[in-house]
């Protein structure tokens, strides 16, 4: 009975002794690391891969998100991953992985664990990172032994996806000051016009100012069409089918000139951008979106507004009392600047001559040694003649 008791005792001992040496020897977890991804592109790929992938039999894995920044559209594992690999994307922000095998997989080097796709959603940087709560990210041996991924910093490797986009040129709507009832056209001014592949531009007016009459593709982008059907719409669209090389303006060049029947009172030239509206697009075959937001940086309104007559003129300051000998030269006169005019017409007795100052509100006169009349004055521009002034007697 002692002998017995002995040698059980011997053998608690020892497989005490097993299980500690066990624990002190336990596997260390492999090393995951997350990829760091930049792309100009609406799609990227974002590898997973691993070190120290020894006997290796499962794991648990979370992965976090943008979900403003970006979508997943599917998760596949690695070619020499093998097993059974299952993925869960149903809560945005969060990717779930489970992959087991029947015995312990050991991969040399650096092997691929899977690759994560992704859709933009929008321009910018998602941090790709792990989410560890203790059992939401756990490796296990081929015995299905929890390894050791502590700290969490040293085994799981955060990575990221950057969507960007080159600039969108910078586009202007012409402004213009004009006459009722005239024709004026309207050109489209861009700049940073640099190798685009597709224009789509859509450009609101005032219909009861504005009549669109027709337009002229100025810069030869191939295939630019436009739209004016819709009162107080006009659509532009333009598309490069094929080449890798998109199409390239010198700054401030006009892409395209639009033409309007003005019948007067105002309108602003409104760019309207909904996202897909006014947009612009890199070569094919990719056709890769711009960025142009803020709007207001890459679109900038114009305005038409009604050229006035004339105000009507006022009273002339000349020689006082109005006398002026025959054949007197160099006499002034003048008249108090005129609203909306661009051209003084002054009118002058038979004989007299202006000397200076010509089409402005300040001119002397040189007169004839005979011959008598009044001095008026009005306003002009390219709308018409303002009402004439008192004669200046």
Same mark, same amino acid.
């Given at each position: 009975m002692r002998r017995i008791q002995y040698i059980s005792v011997v053998l608690l001992l020892l497989i005490s002794g097993f299980a500690a040496c066990s624990e002190v020897a336990a596997q260390n977890a492999p090393v995951s690391a997350i990829g760091m991804v930049t792309t100009y592109g609406n799609t990227a790929t974002v590898p997973v891969t691993a070190t120290g992938f020894t006997n290796i039999g499962s794991f648990n894995l979370q992965v976090a998100y943008d979900a403003a920044i970006a979508s997943p559209s599917s998760v596949t594992a690695g070619p020499l991953l093998g097993g059974n690999f299952t993925v869960n994307l149903a809560n945005p922000g969060i990717i779930l992985l489970s992959w087991y095998t029947f015995s312990g997989l050991t991969l040399a080097g650096n092997p691929l664990l899977f690759n994560i796709s992704f859709n933009k959603?929008?321009?910018?940087? @998602? +941090?790709?990172?792990?989410?560890?709560?203790?059992? $939401?990210?756990?490796?296990?041996? #081929? !015995?299905?032994?929890?390894?050791?991924?502590?700290?969490?910093?040293?085994?799981?490797?955060?990575?990221?996806?950057?969507?960007? @986009? +080159?600039?969108?040129?910078?586009?202007?709507?012409? $402004?213009?000051?004009?006459?009722? #009832? !005239?024709?004026?056209?309207m050109p489209v001014v861009v700049t940073k016009f640099n190798n685009i592949g597709k224009v789509a531009l859509t450009l609101h007016y005032n219909a009861s100012a504005l009549v669109y009459q027709s337009f002229s593709n100025n810069s030869g982008f191939p295939g630019i069409t436009v739209d004016g059907s819709q009162p107080g719409t006009i659509l532009v669209s333009g598309n490069m089918t094929s080449g890798a090389t998109g199409f390239s303006l010198p700054d401030s060049s006009t892409l395209l000139t639009i033409g309007f029947h003005y019948l007067g009172g105002y309108s602003d030239l409104a760019w309207f951008d909904n996202g897909t509206s006014c947009q612009y697009a890199g070569p094919a075959p990719a056709y890769v979106v711009l960025n142009d937001t803020p709007q207001g940086t890459y679109y900038i309104n114009g305005t038409v507004t009604e050229t006035s007559l004339p105000s009507p003129a006022g009273n002339i300051t000349g020689p006082t009392g109005g006398n002026v000998c025959p054949g007197q030269t160099g006499v002034s006169f003048s008249v108090s600047p005129i609203q909306n005019a661009s051209l003084y017409q002054w009118t002058l007795p038979a004989g007299a001559t202006v000397a200076g100052g010509s089409g402005t509100s300040n001119i002397t006169v040189n007169f004839a040694t005979t011959g008598n009349g009044n001095v008026t004055v009005y306003?002009?521009?390219?709308?018409?003649?303002?009402?004439?002034?008192?004669?200046?007697?």
């Open positions: 959603i929008t321009a910018g940087t @998602s +941090p790709v990172t792990w989410t560890d709560n203790g059992t $939401s990210c756990a490796w296990y041996d #081929g !015995t299905a032994v929890v390894l050791n991924d502590v700290p969490m910093a040293t085994y799981y490797i955060n990575g990221s996806v950057s969507f960007f @986009s +080159p600039d969108a040129p910078h586009t202007l709507a012409s $402004s213009a000051n004009t006459c009722q #009832g !005239t024709l004026i056209n306003g002009n521009n390219g709308c018409g003649n303002g009402q004439v002034s008192p004669a200046f007697l």
